[in-house]
């Protein structure tokens, strides 16, 4: 057994030994240089003939690269939303506030220029209520002066009692009969302050028209009789004179300074005026019905069933003159002898 072991061993440390051999051979063949390429040359080109070379353009400059950051554009701007009329007149009248504080002739020219209506009304409203300081007229007589004479002149009454705006007014912004209803108004205003500037600024109106003057220093009789009168009583013209006169006259008569009412067909004094020739004579009293009338030493005429105006007209004349009249007192019958009264006409004059 021992024998066979023996031998087994032997045959495997024989085997060990051939294979080693062989691998040793085999490592050695790997380690030998490897033959390296040979080179071949490749055939030449043919040469070409020389080409003309052309002078290089000159270069043009280049235009810097675009950065590939491109900056972020602001969103476009959005139109302002329009305005609404409201909106738009509000705008309109803070505007003509401000032109207000300034030049006026070029506060109305602006307001001239204005197209649309109710934008000019608005406009010009604006100014005539910043130069008087809300000291307006109440809107039913402003109204009606606008449909009388139209809105520029409606407006410009409003100036009246400041006569420089008000002529400046009248001459930018009005004309004609317009023109001539503001002046006669502002005339009119001044006769408080300034009645002799007030007839000065109609005189200048008349163009031909006296109606204008005479409606002025009529009202100057109405408010102070005596100073009118003196006014008049110094014009150099006697055409104008006269003229004035008559206006005077017109609303400060001569007569007796009764006032009258018509009643059951008579005329009746309603009452007397302080100071005129029936208040100073004592021998009327109001209630006194007038039965007849004498003119100086002329017949009576009878009374009964006349027109007032026509009693009126009868009563009135010249200062000095002699008026005759046949009077009832207020509780006598009308059966009742009447009394006669003889008084002397004179000038009826006012004073507010």
């Known amino acids: 057994m021992k024998v066979i ?47 003309r070379v052309e002078p290089a353009a000159p270069a043009r400059p280049k235009a810097p690269a675009a950065s590939n950051h491109v900056p972020a554009q602001p969103p476009p701007a959005q139109p302002p939303a329009p305005l609404d009329k409201a909106e738009r007149l509000a705008q309109l009248r803070e505007t003509f506030r401000a032109l207000a504080k300034g030049g006026p002739k070029t506060a109305m020219r602006a307001a001239k220029q204005l197209t649309d209506e109710v934008e000019r009304e608005a406009a010009l409203l604006t100014l005539v209520t910043e130069w008087t300081h809300g000291e307006l007229q109440p809107p039913q007589r402003r109204a009606a002066a606008v449909a009388n004479f139209g809105l520029e002149a409606g407006l410009g009454m409003e100036l009246a009692h400041t006569p420089e705006m008000a002529v ?34 109609s005189q200048g109106l008349q163009s031909g028209d006296r109606s204008i003057f005479d409606s002025v220093i009529g009202n100057w009789a109405q408010q102070d009789t005596d100073a009118a009168l003196q006014y008049a009583e110094q014009l150099s013209d006697p055409t104008e004179r006269d003229a004035a006169m008559k206006a005077i006259q017109s609303v400060a008569p001569v007569g007796i300074g009764a006032e009258l009412r018509m009643q059951d067909g008579l005329p009746v004094i309603n009452r007397l005026l302080p100071g005129m020739p029936a208040d100073l004579g004592g021998q009327l009293q109001p209630g006194d019905r007038i039965v007849a009338m004498a003119q100086g030493n002329n017949a009576f005429v009878d009374a009964r069933g006349m027109a007032l105006v026509d009693v009126v007209q009868a009563i009135r004349g010249v200062p000095g003159s002699l008026l005759q009249l046949q009077v009832l007192s207020a509780d006598a019958p009308p059966d009742a002898t009447p009394r006669a009264v003889a008084i002397f006409r004179g000038q009826i004059k006012f004073k507010r």
């Open 168 to 201: 400046l007014w009248a001459n930018e912004l009005t004309e004609g009969q317009g023109r001539a209803a503001v002046l006669e108004h502002t005339a009119l205003a001044m006769l408080g302050t300034d009645p002799a500037g007030a007839v000065a600024l």
């Open 5 to 51: 072991l023996a031998l087994i061993c032997l045959v495997a440390v024989v085997s060990a030994g051939v294979i080693a051999s062989r691998l040793g051979a085999l490592s050695g063949g790997l380690n030998q240089r490897q033959p390296q390429p040979v080179a071949v040359a490749e055939p030449e080109e043919p040469a070409l003939p020389p080409r």
